[in-house]
Nanobody
Framework: QVQLVESGGGLVQPGGSLRLSCVAS????????MGWDRQAPGAERELVAT???????NYAESMKGRFTISRDNAKNTVYLQMNSLKPEDTAVYYC????????????????WGQGTQVTVSS
């Protein structure tokens, strides 16, 4: 069984910063790409950023220059540093990871965290 647990969300003023963390645990053999999505009220879920095991990153256009994704492979953890936050960044942020488990055949699946709320408001 695999779990992803996010932390670091909260209320921040416009222009402020937050750092989200997500730790993967359980019967993990290996972790490939990790990433963050978000979903604002009444909107569809959208990609925020992804990072490969080797450190190659990809960002949604609106996040480039403001958000930075990183990971610590030794800790099975992915981070999202968010700077210059705007009210439109208000959303539930979900981490995800492509994980091979220790089960027979080393199956590959995509796993999701439960989400952490980020609210940007004065």
């Amino acid at each position: 069984q695999v779990q992803l647990v996010e932390s670091g969300g909260g209320l921040v003023q416009p222009g402020g910063s937050l750092r989200l963390s997500c730790v993967a645990s359980g019967t993990i053999f290996s972790i490939n790409t990790m990433g963050w999505d978000r979903q604002a009220p009444g909107a569809e879920r959208e990609l925020v950023a992804t990072i490969t095991k080797g450190g190659t990153t990809n960002y949604a256009e609106s996040m480039k220059g403001r958000f930075t994704i990183s990971r610590d492979n030794a800790k099975n953890t992915v981070y999202l540093q968010m700077n210059s936050l705007k009210p439109e960044d208000t959303a539930v942020y979900y981490c995800n990871a492509d994980i091979r488990t220790l089960n027979w055949g080393r199956p590959l699946g995509t796993y999701w965290g439960q989400g952490t709320q980020v609210t940007v408001s004065s």
